[in-house]
């Protein structure tokens, strides 16, 4: 279970031939990724919200004679995946591919600088529909070419075995996965242990194309990756949301020409900062004396929802809006102002980090000068920091790096400035029929989508809790199911409190606890005797200590008078009585604290259970509980507090069931419900 338990926990625009397309793809790549795997020193950190991808040829080759080869596999590659990208809108950048040609350090996987092949990312930020369209992506591609073999993994790693966790065989972990996972024929490849125990990558490689029977992943690892991209491609086409606004002619001009371009002004308004906020309040290239014109523009739900669930107050210099009587007219208004907003800080932030080589790549290349200890621990603003701070920026742009930066953060300001300079005017908007905005009820419910997503997982942990349980404790009620009256009749509460404690005495380790099984038992520890030794030690020890403050009295770091010497060394000789003072001091104040409350009347006591004789002996009772507070009865507490939050569930997944679910036992659902009484 701790296998499981770890990979859950681990628990989201193609190059075309034409000139054209190459320009849009250009312009939408981010200067978080302003080169896709740039080398040495200069390489900034990847996200974390990143999906990587490999594909290699068969069989792999070492020699870089391969570089014509992959090139036209990458237009082929291109070409199969245009039908299903072209109109697609990407959260960040596009699905690309680049050839990679021994020796390549900037490979993003060290083990395949050695290989000819394609890789690319994808950084898919808070819409993961990205990072699972890339996969299905993937698989198309594994299966219009058989011969190729591919791999993808992301921060979390292979997060495909994540999606197939409670299929997986035992050995299979995070720590045994590395160069095992493959795609290859719209399969799933699982190179086994007992084949190659420690892989290297050729080594996998060689396995798969040689023998892909034996490293073909079980049907039910296949089942659980297929369901999660079936409904891929119609599932990236709905996650489309195409709505209304009246944004300044300039936008309305960008986007008729450029409407891949919306990805870069919605991450510019949602990515904001001080210093960026300043370009959208002087509006010096966007929407500053303009008219407001109508257009339809298309971009993913989850852009929708950055740019509508953020409160943004207009830039006095921005065009007149409609007011806010006119709910429609004003809703389309305020939504294209911070389009507009988002264009004018995404265009003016690209071109200074242009001119003045600024961007992710300087910024990685400031952290290793850091890191090699170049400002010498100057403090930042002081003068000697500056000169070297000056130093390096002059030596950065000097750099090829710094160039291709430059031009690849200059790239859509290029573009922009290109279609801005073409004739336009209102008019040319004014006449075109404007469809409506989509519905956006999506945006505020889902509840019953999340419920039944919970359910399904629900159903699939006890699926496997129910073939991997112990064969010892199985009971032939629960094969009937939770709702059978067999069930309800075998069914003993004592077994939960028994339950509990076996699991409480179990050992945990980093990869979380588990619930007791046999694999426990070569686990030899006699706790009761371990903690009896340690007590044993703590007590010589602070007896030492004592005689020792008592033998050297003045030494201590204290200073006391010497009239206090003689008190302290009785309370060392009494210690024991003190603390057993205190405790009976300190139990009689936190049981007349408690009295004052309601605490007490929400447990189960000893004395509760005993049957009442009559109304009088209650009442006296009830009179010595509340004088002594008579103990708590712990077992029948346990067990009331987890049948109480068994039937607060409501046959719903929740935290009782799942816990007893992992200890083996299954509570019976209340057959009275929905009866009349």
Known sequence: ????????????????????WQVSAECRVQSAEVMEFPSSIFSPRPSDDSVFYAIYSSPPSSSSSSSDTLHTLHLQIMETVSPFTSDYIWQHQPFTLSVSTPPNPSCPCPSSSHLPHLHGHLRFGDNLDDEWFTVFL???????????????????????????????????NPDTSHHRLFLRHANLHIV????????????????????????????????????????YPHKAMSNMHTVRVRVPLSVAQVLKHEPLLISLAVEGFYDRDVDSMKFAARLQRFGKGEELVCVSVKMSRAMYA?????????????????????????????????????????????????????????????????????????????????????????????????????????????????????PHSADDFKDQE???????????????????????????????DLKHKKKGKAKEGQDAGPSSASNADEFNPCDIAKTMKAFVHKLSSYKGAEAPEDRNKEVDLDVDQFIEDMESIMKHSGGELANSNVEEGSSSDLDFDDSDESDIAELDEDNEDAEDTFMRSYSDVMTEELKATTLQKSFVRANEQIPKKDQRTSKASEHIMD???????????????????????????????????????????????????
């Open 1 to 20: 279970m701790a296998t499981r338990i770890v990979f859950c926990n681990l628990s989201m625009d193609l190059r075309k031939k034409s000139e054209s």
């Open 138 to 172: 993937l698989f198309h591609i594994s299966l219009h070419f058989p011969s190729l073999s591919l791999r993808l993994w992301d921060s979390d790693g292979d997060f495909l075995l994540i999606e197939a966790a409670f299929h997986l065989p035992r050995w299979l």
């Open 192 to 231: 086994p242990r007992n084949k190659l125990p420690h892989p290297s990558l050729l080594d996998s490689l060689n396995f798969i194309a040689t023998s892909p029977h034996q490293s073909l992943a079980s049907p039910s690892i296949q089942r659980a990756i297929q369901k999660r991209i079936q409904d």
């Open 306 to 422: 950055q740019l509508v669930q953020q409160r943004f107050q207009a830039p006095k210099c921005y065009p007149e809006m409609p007011g806010r009587i006119d709910k429609e007219g004003f809703a389309e208004a305020e939504l294209g102002m911070k389009i507009a907003c988002g264009f004018e800080m995404m265009y003016q932030q690209r071109k200074c980090d242009g001119e003045e080589g600024k961007g992710t790549t300087w910024d990685a290349f400031r952290n290793s000068l850091d890191n090699s200890g170049y400002f010498q621990g100057q403090l930042p603003g002081s003068s000697q920091h500056h000169t070297l701070m000056h130093t390096a920026q002059e030596y950065y742009r000097n750099t090829s790096l710094h160039s291709k930066a430059s031009d690849l953060l200059n790239a859509p300001v290029r573009r922009i400035d290109e279609i801005l300079a073409l």
């Open 434 to 464: 404007v469809p409506p905005s989509d519905d956006d009820s999506w945006l505020y419910g889902g509840e019953e989508e999340l419920n039944s997503v919970l359910m399904e997982r629900q159903k699939e942990m006890e699926l496997y």
């Open 627 to 677: 004088e002594d507070f008579s103990p708590v009865d712990v077992d029948v507490n346990l067990v009331k507090s987890f049948l109480d939050s068994f039937s607060s569930q409501q046959g719903l997944p929740g935290p009782a069931s799942n816990l007893l679910g992992l200890m083996g036992l299954q509570l019976p659902q209340d057959g009275q419900k929905g009866k009349g009484r």
